[in-house]
């Protein structure tokens, strides 16, 4: 599986990005799939989830209510809706595939994109 991540950029506080990664190769419904992000001088960390048909989704604390991760399998193509961004969310955003196909961690991905940057101004 390749993985391409696109929709990242310059946006202030408040504002809203979608992020999206599309995925080559046919088995891309098999897998769970997961955005990452890793802050300047910071460790790689847990964004959020989705199992591989959609019907499980988990994000981490720091982005509930405010970030949403979908799925589209026939367009193989998985999506990071971000609303209320925060200076705090800037980051390069990774998408990444493997693990279980219900849920996917740091340590379990198999696939990773090559990651977009997102940049928040206060």
């Known amino acids: 599986v390749q993985l391409q991540a696109s929709g990242g950029g310059l946006v202030q506080a408040g504002d809203s990005l979608r992020l999206s990664c599309a995925a080559s190769g046919r088995t891309f419904s098999r897998y769970a799939m997961g955005w990452f992000r890793q802050a300047p001088g910071k460790e790689r960390e847990f964004v959020a989830g989705?199992?591989?048909?959609?019907?499980?989704?988990n994000y981490a604390d720091s982005v509930k209510g405010r970030f949403t991760i979908s799925r589209d399998n026939a367009k193989n193509t998985v999506y990071l809706q971000m609303n209320s961004l925060k200076p705090e969310d800037t980051a390069v955003y990774y998408c990444?595939?493997?693990?279980?196909?219900?849920?996917?961690?740091?340590?379990?991905?198999?696939?990773w994109g090559q990651g977009t940057l997102v940049t928040v101004s206060s």
């Open positions: 990444a595939a493997g693990g279980t196909p219900n849920r996917i961690t740091i340590a379990t991905a198999s696939y």
């Open positions: 989705i199992n591989w048909n959609g019907g499980g989704v």
